[in-house]
């Protein structure tokens, strides 16, 4: 039997000073219930994370007759602002009331089940404390703001960055937290809170921590009904997106409960939004200075089963080329660590217009049917790049695009620029690739690139000299990883023999990079230090990609001191600073 379609409408709530992102989802052909649902995010790497499992509740939810909304909260996910804008607290609680008033009117529902997972648990017990709600349900909830925030500061330390200027700020897990917000989120105490709960409370807990029932106990102190059930699979939900697993047992539990707290509906939902899906946005670059963009929220290719965002600045000629941006990894349209929301914004400031978009399977754009969902290498990738090329050009009158891609978002810029040869692609950036030939079945192998840039850099720090000399240094490993580059070199220049000599019956990527440069389309390579993007490019292709240096088809910049998803926020900026010094340089304005 087959489930009830959803559809999923983007738009944006709040006024013109705060729009805030949203998603809404509603389900035809279902009996309508008497109550809407609005779902508070978690925030920072828990907020990306957790993106997959929210967006299948909101779904399930949806299907059983509760139209489900979800907003990112103002300097988080697609809405604009930063992380360090003052009173987050308070901005954040303002958001949540403003979803809950538009979800009423979406819905035609004047009931709200408020739903939180971890942090944003806590901001809807903080709502509830202040507003009254009709259903309260918190998931994996911080009771106590100050464990939350000492949390955080362990996983900072764990990363061991450098001590940043701003001493107060915690940078963690590639997110910043300024310390005005951090004494906010210390002084909440979910227990010593009131609660304005007419239907019920739900506290979905772990089933792998040794959570007390303090929490259940003072909610029914409060004379709020409340039932607790434990779900499995916390860290899996919360693991690299690449890993997550969606805990299905646990969305059932809490949509069952949400059906047993509501009722029927005798009126059918609005026949339509009249929501605003194209916001203008204050953004501020790096230099200071504030330009007024325009984001667009698009469903497109057939029937809309993929999502994007628009964005461009108001007013100008927009003569520089469209900029695409493609999943990094299965991490939804804002990147790792929000970078691709910065760079959209930041290259929109100088009259390049940008998209970033979900491929199918990832984010919003769901999956239609057989296949697995959240793969970073799809084989529909291309086609999907090729619908997004397609609309650019009906929809916003692209002219000319340059594909942008971190991790698979580099691979599926590369394979896409090497697609139909009738798309006026400029050029591709491809910041840290990790494989340029993707087949089902294949693993990553890095290993060797990984370990030989750790070992050249070691040789250039003289304690890792006095190692040696003592002793301290694994003399058989160390041989066996000079042997091993060895070998690899050896093949690489035999390669290049066959490039120069052989150039039809050449590696499989040299090959490729000539059919990209054949119709003059650069390729633009960002690599982060200790990332083996340039030693995989030049292992099969060397002798092509040196001449393309030498003629200018060819660009490559390495970013020292960052990993590979620059989760730190001054290995960002750096890269910022270079694909913007890059494509100011290749696209001069005549």
């Given at each position: 039997?087959s489930?009830?379609?959803?559809?999923?409408?983007?738009l944006?709530?709040?006024?013109?000073?705060?729009?805030?992102?949203?998603?809404?989802?509603?389900?035809e052909?279902?009996?309508?219930?008497?109550?809407?649902?609005?779902?508070?995010?978690p925030?920072?790497?828990?907020?990306?994370?957790?993106?997959?499992?929210?967006?299948?509740?909101?779904?399930?939810?949806?299907?059983?007759?509760?139209?489900?909304?979800?907003?990112?909260?103002?300097?988080?996910?697609?809405?604009?602002?930063t992380?360090?804008?003052?009173?987050?607290?308070?901005?954040w609680?303002?958001?949540?009331?403003?979803?809950?008033?538009?979800?009423?009117?979406?819905?035609?529902?004047?009931r709200?089940?408020?739903?939180?997972?971890?942090?944003?648990?806590?901001?809807?017990?903080?709502?509830?404390?202040?507003?009254?709600?009709?259903?309260?349900?918190?998931?994996?909830?911080?009771?106590?703001?100050?464990?939350?925030?000492?949390?955080?500061?362990?996983?900072?330390?764990?990363?061991?960055?450098?001590?940043r200027?701003?001493?107060?700020?915690?940078?963690?897990?590639?997110?910043?937290?300024?310390?005005?917000?951090?004494?906010?989120?210390?002084a909440?105490?979910?227990?010593?809170?009131?609660?304005?709960?007419?239907?019920?409370?739900?506290?979905?807990?772990?089933?792998?921590m040794?959570?007390?029932?303090?929490?259940?106990?003072?909610?029914?102190?409060?004379?709020?009904?409340?039932?607790?059930?434990?779900?499995?699979?916390?860290?899996?939900?919360?693991?690299?997106?690449?890993?997550?697993?969606?805990?299905?047992?646990?969305?059932?539990?809490?949509?069952?409960?949400?059906?047993?707290?509501?009722?029927?509906?005798?009126?059918?939902?609005?026949?339509?939004?009249?929501?605003s899906?194209?916001?203008?946005?204050?953004?501020?670059?790096a230099?200071?200075?504030?330009?007024?963009?325009?984001?667009?929220?698009?469903?497109?290719?057939?029937?809309?089963?993929?999502?994007?965002?628009?964005?461009?600045?108001?007013g100008?000629?927009?003569?520089?080329?469209?900029?695409?941006?493609?999943?990094?990894?299965?991490?939804?349209?804002?990147?790792?660590?929000?970078?691709?929301?910065?760079?959209?914004?930041?290259?929109?400031?100088?009259?390049?217009?940008?998209?970033?978009?979900?491929?199918?399977?990832?984010?919003?754009?769901?999956?239609?049917?057989?296949?697995?969902?959240?793969?970073?290498?799809?084989?529909?990738?291309?086609?999907?790049?090729?619908?997004?090329?397609?609309?650019?050009?009906?929809?916003?009158?692209?002219?000319?695009?340059?594909?942008?891609?971190?991790?698979?978002?580099?691979?599926?810029?590369?394979?896409?620029g090497?697609?139909?040869?009738?798309?006026?692609?400029?050029e591709l950036?491809?910041?840290?690739?990790?494989?340029?030939?993707?087949?089902?079945?294949?693993?990553?192998?890095?290993?060797?690139?990984?370990?030989?840039?750790?070992?050249?850099?070691?040789?250039?720090?003289?304690?890792?000299?006095?190692?040696?000399l003592?002793?301290?240094?694994?003399?058989?490993?160390?041989?066996?990883?000079?042997?091993?580059?060895?070998?690899?070199?050896?093949?690489?220049?035999?390669?290049?023999l066959?490039?120069?000599?052989?150039?039809?019956?050449?590696?499989?990527?040299?090959?490729?990079l000539?059919?990209?440069f054949?119709?003059?389309?650069?390729?633009?390579?960002?690599?982060?230090?200790?990332?083996?993007?340039?030693?995989?490019?030049?292992?099969?292709?060397?002798?092509?990609?040196?001449?393309?240096?030498?003629?200018?088809?060819?660009?490559?910049?390495?970013?020292a001191?960052?990993?590979?998803?620059?989760?730190?926020?001054?290995?960002?900026r750096?890269?910022?600073?270079?694909?913007?010094?890059?494509?100011?340089?290749?696209?001069?304005?005549?």
């Open positions: 039997m489930q009830p379609t959803v559809r999923r409408d983007a944006y709530l709040g006024d013109e000073a705060h729009p805030l992102f949203a998603s809404f989802h509603t389900a052909g279902v009996a309508a219930r008497d109550s809407v649902a609005v779902i508070c995010n925030l920072g790497y828990e907020y990306v994370h957790s993106h997959r499992t929210l967006r299948h509740l909101a779904d399930d939810l949806a299907r059983i007759g509760v139209p489900a909304l979800r907003f990112d909260y103002d300097g988080t996910g697609d809405s604009p602002g992380d360090m804008a003052p009173e987050r607290l308070t901005r609680l303002q958001d949540i009331q403003t979803a809950m008033a538009v979800a009423r009117t979406l819905s035609g529902r004047s709200v089940c408020l739903i939180g997972l971890r942090l944003g648990a806590t901001l809807a017990a903080l709502t509830a404390s202040r507003t009254p709600v009709d259903s309260l349900v918190l998931w994996s909830p911080c009771v106590s703001g100050r464990r939350y925030v000492r949390e955080m500061q362990a996983l900072a330390q764990a990363a061991g960055l450098p001590e200027a701003d001493a107060g700020t915690l940078e963690s897990a590639g997110f910043l937290m300024s310390a005005e917000t951090q004494q906010e989120l210390k909440i105490q979910v227990l010593g809170l009131p609660a304005q709960v007419s239907r019920g409370a739900l506290i979905v807990a772990r089933d792998d040794n959570e007390d029932h303090h929490l259940s106990d003072h909610l029914r102190s409060l004379g709020v009904a409340t039932d607790v059930l434990t779900f499995a699979g916390y860290a899996d939900m919360m693991a690299e997106p690449q890993k997550t697993v969606v805990p299905r047992a646990a969305i059932e539990d809490i949509v069952r409960w949400v059906v047993a707290h509501t009722q029927e509906a005798t009126e059918p939902l609005p026949a339509s939004l009249h929501r899906a194209e916001p203008t946005i204050q953004f501020t670059s230099d200071g200075s504030e330009t007024r963009l325009t984001e667009t929220a698009c469903r497109f290719g057939e029937g809309g089963y993929l999502a994007g965002i628009h964005c461009q600045a108001q100008g000629d927009h003569l520089r080329p469209t900029v695409v941006l493609f999943n990094s990894g299965v991490v939804h349209r804002i990147g790792p660590n929000r970078l691709y929301v910065d760079l959209a914004r930041s290259l929109a400031t100088l009259g390049f217009s940008t998209f970033r978009c979900d491929i199918e399977g990832i984010g919003d754009s769901v999956l239609r049917g057989e296949g697995r969902e959240n793969h970073p290498y799809p084989d529909t990738a291309d086609r999907d790049a090729a619908v997004a090329l397609r609309f650019l050009t009906e929809r916003f009158g692209a002219q000319e695009f340059v594909l942008m891609g971190l991790c698979s978002g580099a691979y599926t810029s590369f394979n896409a090497l697609g139909d040869g009738a798309w006026p692609i400029a950036v491809l910041i840290n690739p990790l494989t340029f030939r993707w087949q089902e079945g294949d693993v990553l192998d890095t290993q060797h690139y990984r370990v030989m840039a750790h070992y050249k850099g070691t040789m250039r720090r003289l304690d890792s000299w006095k190692k040696l003592r002793g301290q240094v694994n003399l058989i490993h160390l041989g066996g990883v000079v042997l091993s580059y060895l070998r690899k070199q050896l093949g690489s220049y035999g390669n290049a066959a490039e120069r000599w052989f150039p039809s019956a050449g590696p499989l990527l040299s090959r490729q000539r059919q990209l054949s119709r003059g389309r650069r390729v633009s390579l960002f690599i982060a230090s200790g990332d083996p993007g340039w030693d995989m490019l030049t292992s099969k292709a060397r002798h092509t990609a040196s001449q393309a240096q030498k003629r200018g088809d060819l660009a490559v910049r390495f970013i001191d960052a990993d590979h998803t620059f989760s730190s926020e001054d290995s960002r750096r890269l910022l600073a270079g694909v913007r010094e890059h494509l100011l340089q290749r696209f001069k304005l005549r």
